[in-house]
């Protein structure tokens, strides 16, 4: 049963594992280790690879250099660069020269300041085609809610894996995940009621949020 758990948290696209009856968060070293009695040392690394690459696709700030894999963030201070341009620190300082990459389609910027300067590079965040395709579930009695949402603070991607429709990202930031608003923080109320009650569904998102600096 734990290995089914953690599988379908895997195939979600999740990177964090709950306890299904006090919902506190396992860490992954105890995963990891519960795991390991059930699969094979193969298996078993593939399976925190896939944990790994769900973690980077949906952070906000973080992408791995293609080269040399070390995680690194984009400077958004630097408003005369395109902020898709990202230099890797590891690689700069082996190479002893900049070390540059697109932070879209992950390949070495080639371009200028307008574009990274790869064929079929549009310049869009990685994360729109997760908010774009991500399949449609029912909350509660309201259906066809796209199941990814984008939090309106930090731009973490968030999946819906069960329980109400009122989300919490990581950042503090707390939402309906169902109709978009933000809790009134003020008086601490919800914009569209209780954690089950219905409200309009919120279009698919097309922009994300960016980090503040």
Not at 179 to 206: F, H, N, S
Request: proline letters at 4%; a positive charge; one cysteine or more.
């Amino acid at each position: 049963m734990m290995e089914h758990y953690c599988n379908t948290v895997r195939d979600d696209g999740n990177f964090r594992f709950f306890c299904p009856n006090c919902k506190k968060e396992w860490q992954f070293f105890l995963v990891h280790h519960v795991l390991s009695a059930a699969l094979s040392g193969e298996d078993l690394k593939t399976f925190a690879e896939n944990i790994n690459k769900n973690f980077f696709r949906t952070s906000p700030g973080i992408q791995q250099c293609p080269y040399c894999h070390n995680n690194c963030e984009r400077d958004l201070r630097k408003k005369f660069w395109n902020k898709n341009r990202v230099v890797c620190p590891l690689c700069s300082a082996r190479r002893k020269c900049e070390r540059e990459f697109c932070w879209c389609c992950l390949k070495s910027w080639k371009g200028d300041m307008k574009s990274c300067g790869n064929e079929g590079c549009d310049g869009r965040d990685v994360r729109l085609h997760h908010l774009e395709t991500c399949v449609l579930k029912q909350i509660g009695e309201v259906a066809d809610v796209p199941s990814v949402r984008s939090c309106g603070r930090c731009g973490n991607l968030i999946y819906h894996n069960g329980g109400c429709k009122h989300m919490s990202c990581k950042c503090g930031y707390e939402f309906c995940f169902v109709c978009l608003k933000p809790m009134i923080l003020e008086v601490c109320q919800w914009q569209c009621g209780g954690p089950y009650d219905e409200c309009p569904v919120a279009p698919r998102q097309t922009e994300i949020a960016e980090i503040s600096k």
